[in-house]
């Protein structure tokens, strides 16, 4: 083994951009400990014969299951320098729509697991005075505005909230924080698997219907975005000195970004006058 190498911790390694980065990083001999609710699973996507590969069956809302999995990772390869929250699922229906149990459901996997994983290695990090967190939000994480993505959006807008906090909360120990805001990638996101409807649709939500008929006929397999490239870039993010706290993935998510910044920019110039006039006259 290459002890230069940096020591990766990807979870949701069993497909989309999980899996090409764990592929990836193997293949430049890094070490990686990647996490599925399956090691069978997971084991055939990756391939057999990695000695730089731990696969790890975890539990992202059973903190026992992550903590013996991290413990795993230290005693196997000496450490854990790099964090990749990347599990996650993609959840469709407007907020009307969606029952209770479906919001917290996808809250509880995309938001609370990553906080669970995180909670768990942040101690060894902090110990080490070293490490750095990438979590995968979306650019839905920053442009809301899609039709029966609601709760989905606000799951990453979650992690980009906690993530910034990370960042500062961290800062002393050394341990940096990145949010990575992918576009469309040509991975199976849009999938059966890893996107689920709501089970009971109303008619009535046209835009919303469209957008489902519009991911499921026309965007799902010309993604723009290439996922091999994407791991290189999630290399390239762990080896700066000083990576960046916000990082947009893909031309798309890049024009969506300036997009939102030129909507809030419009809304505080327009409404500036208004927005002054609650505080106290001195």
Same mark, same amino acid.
């Given at each position: 083994?290459?002890?230069? #190498? #940096?020591?990766?911790?990807?979870?949701? $390694?069993?497909?989309?951009?999980?899996?090409?980065?764990?592929?990836?990083?193997?293949?430049?001999? &890094?070490?990686? *400990?990647?996490?599925?609710?399956?090691?069978?699973?997971?084991?055939? *996507?990756?391939? $057999?014969?990695?000695?730089?590969?731990?696969?790890?069956?975890?539990?992202?809302?059973?903190?026992?299951?992550?903590?013996?999995?991290?413990?795993?990772?230290?005693?196997?390869?000496?450490?854990?320098?790099?964090?990749?929250? +990347?599990?996650? &699922?993609?959840?469709?229906?407007?907020?009307?729509?969606?029952?209770? @149990?479906?919001? =917290?459901?996808?809250?509880?996997?995309?938001?609370?697991?990553?906080?669970?994983?995180?909670?768990?290695?942040?101690?060894?990090? =902090?110990?080490?005075?070293?490490?750095?967190?990438?979590?995968?939000?979306?650019?839905?994480?920053?442009?809301?505005?899609?039709?029966?993505?609601?709760?989905?959006?606000?799951?990453?807008?979650?992690?980009?909230?906690?993530?910034?906090?990370?960042?500062?909360?961290? #800062?002393?120990? +050394?341990?940096? $924080?990145?949010?990575?805001?992918?576009?469309? /990638?040509?991975?199976?996101?849009?999938?059966?698997?890893?996107?689920?409807?709501?089970?009971?649709?109303? @008619?009535?939500?046209?835009?919303?219907?469209?957008?489902?008929?519009?991911?499921?006929?026309?965007?799902?397999?010309?993604?723009?975005?290439?996922?091999?490239?994407? @791991?290189?870039?999630?290399?390239?993010?762990?080896?700066?000195?000083?990576?960046?706290?916000?990082? /947009?993935?893909?031309?798309?998510? /890049? *024009?969506?970004? +300036?997009?939102?910044?030129?909507?809030?920019?419009?809304?505080?110039?327009?409404?500036?006058?208004?927005?002054?006039?609650?505080? &106290?006259?001195?």
């Amino acid at each position: 083994m290459d002890n230069s #190498k #940096k020591v990766w911790f990807v979870t949701g $390694a069993s497909k989309g951009l999980g899996l090409s980065l764990v592929k990836k990083l193997l293949s430049e001999g &890094y070490k990686v *400990a990647a996490t599925s609710r399956s090691v069978e699973s997971l084991t055939k *996507a990756v391939g $057999a014969g990695h000695a730089n590969f731990l696969p790890l069956q975890v539990e992202l809302l059973n903190e026992t299951s992550i903590a013996k999995a991290v413990e795993t990772t230290i005693n196997t390869f000496g450490g854990i320098d790099v964090l990749v929250n +990347n599990a996650g &699922y993609g959840q469709l229906g407007t907020l009307e729509e969606m029952s209770d @149990a479906e919001a =917290r459901e996808n809250f509880d996997i995309n938001v609370f697991g990553l906080l669970n994983v995180t909670r768990n290695i942040m101690p060894h990090f =902090r110990a080490k005075k070293a490490g750095h967190v990438i979590n995968i939000s979306s650019i839905a994480g920053l442009l809301g505005a899609f039709p029966g993505w609601g709760v989905y959006c606000a799951t990453k807008f979650a992690v980009v909230g906690l993530t910034e906090a990370l960042s500062v909360e961290a #800062k002393e120990f +050394n341990v940096k $924080a990145t949010i990575v805001y992918p576009g469309y /990638f040509n991975t199976n996101f849009l999938k059966e698997g890893s996107m689920k409807l709501a089970a009971n649709p109303i @008619a009535a939500y046209t835009a919303a219907r469209n957008t489902e008929v519009w991911h499921e006929t026309q965007m799902v397999g010309n993604q723009p975005g290439d996922p091999t490239k994407a @791991a290189e870039v999630f290399i390239e993010l762990a080896e700066m000195g000083n990576p960046p706290l916000h990082f /947009f993935m893909g031309s798309d998510s /890049f *024009a969506m970004a +300036n997009s939102k910044i030129e909507i809030l920019q419009s809304a505080l110039t327009a409404n500036e006058t208004l927005s002054k006039s609650t505080d &106290y006259v001195k």
